[in-house]
Nanobody
Framework: QVQLVESGGGLVQTGGSLKLSCAAS????????MGWFRQGPGKEREFVSS????????YYAESAKGRFIISRDNAKNTLSLQMNSLKPEGTAVYYC??????????????????WGQGTQVTVSS
């Protein structure tokens, strides 16, 4: 059974930093991409960043470029998201997700097969 458990959320001031972690267990051998999404109050879930699980290639939403860094530790089955220069619009529940098999730019929620429960990030102004 696949389990994705996020941690590291919290309250931070504008301009501050947080590092989110996702501990994965039970991943199938063909997991190809892991990513981060977020869902703000009253908003749809949106893509933040993704990493190819084996090859390591990364991709970022425009809102995350230059401020967020995604990384993975295959040995520990951990995915991380370092978030810097946080803005109030970054207030959201952040979710870790995993996809089996390759596809071009998996940036939609429906592109992913497994999800964590999320961790709340609140950025105060």
């Amino acid at each position: 059974q696949v389990q994705l458990v996020e941690s590291g959320g919290g309250l931070v001031q504008t301009g501050g930093s947080l590092k989110l972690s996702c501990a994965a267990s039970g991943l199938p051998d063909d997991v190809y991409t892991m990513g981060w999404f977020r869902q703000g109050p009253g908003k749809e879930r949106e893509f933040v960043s993704s990493s190819m699980w084996i090859a390591g290639g990364t991709y970022y939403a425009e809102s995350a470029k230059g401020r967020f860094i995604i990384s993975r530790d295959n040995a520990k089955n951990t995915l991380s998201l370092q978030m810097n220069s946080l803005k109030p619009e970054g207030t959201a529940v952040y979710y870790c997700a995993a996809r089996r098999t390759w596809t071009v730019l998996p940036t939609g929620p429906n592109d992913y097969d497994y999800w964590g429960q999320g961790t709340q990030v609140t950025v105060s102004s």
